[in-house]
């Protein structure tokens, strides 16, 4: 008993549980320590403290809030896995799990005046369904809203988020009459149309002016906006229906006998344009 007491004297260096306010610089007493690191993993980033102190969570905690995520929160305690250990609580898979422990428990959240349905939102997007087919690279919310540095993304920069992994997506919207019209009435890009944690797979019913159709959330009838979509949509309508009636042409002559490969081919190609 003597010797357990002498090991868990502080003059011999024994530290015991630290504060919650302690943790970022307990850990960060190796973690942002780049010599030290360098010696178990040279690749390991060194910036995680600083960063978290810039962060919604590392701001709060400064001034007190104990209810906050700090290192300990995600990361577990003494069961610390590498995140790319799938049992990780930040394994890709995992970290929308991890971040509803707070932010989907109304009762916890009480008192910050934020929504707590974002994970509900975020299962039903095309990004969760990624993520759970096996696509790691698939967004989760440390992909939007940072890891350590977390901190929610003003309304004009969502589409800067959205852009670094739709690229080519982005470049057609900045050519577009929106890009402009968006900017100045401060609507955000991307998410005004697709939202923002429920994403969900866009259909062609979104494009014209009936009950499904996104254009009408802005365009009213009569104005040159509502006329275009209207244009498209019928458009659409009559593509789908040429698509579908070479695909019945095709299928019967294919069961007459006759080589239709490459003319499915064609028409295989002019689906994915139309998608």
């Not at 069961?79 to 916890?108: F, G, M, Q, S, W």
Request: with cysteine.
């Amino acid at each position: 008993k003597c010797n357990s007491m002498r090991a868990m004297s502080p003059a011999r260096g024994f530290r015991g549980a630290p504060r919650k306010a302690q943790i970022p610089e307990f850990c960060g007493r190796c973690h942002s320590n780049p010599t030290y690191m360098r010696h178990y993993n040279p690749s390991l980033r060194t910036d995680q403290l600083s960063e978290y102190l810039t962060s919604v969570h590392g701001k709060r905690l400064k001034q007190g809030d104990t209810k906050v995520a700090a290192c300990v929160d995600c990361h577990s305690v003494h069961n610390i896995l590498a995140v790319t250990d799938p049992r990780a609580p930040v394994y890709p898979t995992n970290v929308a799990n991890t971040c509803a422990k707070c932010h989907a428990n109304a009762e916890y959240m009480k008192g910050y005046k934020i929504p707590t349905n974002q994970f509900a939102s975020y299962e039903k997007s095309v990004h969760a369904a990624a993520l759970a087919g096996g696509d790691t690279s698939a967004p989760t919310c440390t992909t939007c809203h940072g890891n350590h540095g977390a901190t929610p993304p003003g309304v004009n920069s969502v589409a800067n988020v959205c852009g670094t992994c739709h690229a080519f997506n982005q470049q057609l919207f900045e050519k577009s009459p929106h890009a402009a019209a968006f900017a100045q009435l401060h609507f955000p890009g991307c998410v005004q149309c697709h939202s923002n944690h429920e994403v969900v797979h866009p259909t062609d019913a979104w494009v014209g002016t009936g009950p499904d159709a996104v254009c009408v959330k802005c365009h009213v009838a009569g104005d040159n906006g509502y006329k275009a979509a209207q244009a498209i949509g019928t458009d659409l309508t009559k593509m789908k229906a040429s698509y579908q009636q070479a695909t019945d042409v095709l299928n019967k002559a294919e069961l007459s006998g006759m080589e239709v490969s490459s003319a499915k081919v064609e028409l295989t190609n002019a689906h994915g344009e139309l998608s």
